[in-house]
């Protein structure tokens, strides 16, 4: 074969090799190494503290790149979306920790596992859902819960859709409304229906009491880091840029790219030694450190306008009452007998009664000459035991009262003397 040929079939090779790769891969774009070094000669030049790497994202199209973000730009802030007529009073902290990660608190984590919203423009439920995870992981020492995101994503005034959607408008479905267990309608990535989940969801939910945003002007870095001391984790916004899908690890900090869209977060920690917040995300744990991200504390006010929004959960509702047990069912009593005779020299006896389990009785008599010996009372089946006292009289009778039934003693009279003429 001659030199020329080769090549074209090494050529051709290539092709069809890459042809087959985006037929199974369509969104991924293969290896644009020049974006990654162009990325982290930016952190170089610019004295950045992450590392850049290709990664799960990184590789994928502009197109796929914004299915992951999924905040909608105009987010309100108006003051309407409040629990209250006015932002909740945050406790400014003056002895706070230097770092504070509610991930570890004393060996204990109150944040839920990282999850991935995939190709749907659902970062505000994620955020959210994890925010009230942790509010009752807080509220039950750790204990840990998993609720379902596509509530919020197929049903009425949940926040929105895969097209994007509210952290404002799913936090006021949490407070009013609230989630049901993952098991209930799990994750999906599309838009699905509500009327997927399972029946009677609303019954059983979990709730945040309400929420309140960390500032009612410009949040600053002490606004996150009281809400998080005061409060726990909070969701909070920020503004993506196309060099944020390739972070790796370190304290993010913008240093190029284009604006790729508005991103919903859980804020879990802060570092001061760092100056970082430390983020939860929504794009799996192969994504940046396990699914984490650091970011400066200039962020705040700087390109990302990390927190220009932060959403603090005052606490978690607790599930609605359970309905009140059923009343039990009326209780019945039946005595083995109805009653038993005794010679004149007396003797013991004994009767049984049946009634339901959870059914109680008291078997008493007025009789001074019946003692009842044992079992005076009792719940269920049981069985009385009594004596009856020599008779040396004329003939008797006396009643068992047991349940409410009647039992009836009689005795023999004492056998007349003869006298002898």
Avoid at 16 to 25: D, G, N, R, S, Y
Wanted: overall charge negative; aromatic content about 12%; charged content about 15%.
């Amino acid at each position: 074969m001659s030199r020329e040929r080769s090549s074209r079939v090494r050529g051709l090779t290539l092709v069809v090799a890459f042809c087959f790769q985006w037929l199974l891969f369509p969104g991924f774009v293969f290896s644009d190494s020049d974006e990654l070094e162009e990325i982290r000669n930016a952190i170089k030049a610019k004295g950045a503290r992450w590392h850049a790497d290709e990664t799960s994202l990184s590789k994928l199209s502009e197109k796929e790149k914004k299915m992951r973000l999924g905040l909608r730009d105009s987010e309100d802030l108006s003051m309407e979306y409040l629990s209250g007529e006015e932002t909740a009073p945050i406790p400014l902290v003056t002895l706070a920790p230097p770092t504070l990660d509610w991930r570890n608190v004393n060996g204990i984590s109150y944040v839920s596992p990282v999850k991935n919203q995939g190709s749907c423009g659902s970062c505000w439920a994620f955020a959210t859902t994890a925010g009230l995870e942790s509010q009752y992981m807080i509220a039950m020492s750790g204990m840990p819960v998993d609720l379902s995101e596509q509530i919020l994503v197929s049903c009425p005034n949940g926040g929105g859709t895969c097209s994007g959607g509210s952290s404002a408008t799913a936090s006021n479905f949490l407070r009013d409304v609230g989630l049901p267990l993952e098991s209930c309608f799990r994750y999906t990535a599309t838009n699905n229906d509500c009327s997927n989940a399972c029946a009677n969801w609303q019954e059983n939910t979990y709730k945040i009491s309400g929420w309140h945003r960390a500032s009612s002007t410009t949040v600053t870095v002490d606004d996150i880091k009281n809400a998080l001391y005061a409060y726990g984790p909070v969701v909070t916004t920020m503004y993506v840029y196309n060099d944020f899908f390739s972070y790796r690890s370190g304290v993010y900090s913008y240093v190029t790219g284009s604006y790729a869209g508005a991103h919903a977060v859980l804020t879990v920690g802060y570092d001061d030694e760092k100056q970082a917040f430390i983020v939860k995300n929504s794009w799996g744990a192969g994504w940046g450190e396990a699914g984490y991200f650091m970011i400066a504390y200039s962020e705040v006010g700087g390109t990302s306008w990390f927190g220009y929004s932060v959403l603090v959960y005052d606490g978690y509702g607790a599930n609605p009452d359970p309905p009140p047990p059923p009343p039990p069912p009326a209780c019945s009593y039946t005595l083995s007998s109805a009653g038993k005779n005794f010679k004149a020299s007396g003797g013991s006896g004994s009767v049984s009664i049946y009634t339901q389990s959870e059914c109680s009785w008291t078997a008493s008599t007025d009789s001074s000459w019946i003692l009842i010996t044992s079992n005076g009372s009792g719940t269920g089946n049981g069985t009385v035991s009594y004596n009856v006292e020599p008779n040396t009289g004329a003939a008797r009778s006396a009643v068992l009262t047991i349940g409410g039934q009647t039992y009836t003693v009689t005795q023999n009279g004492a056998p007349r003397s003869i006298k002898k003429k």
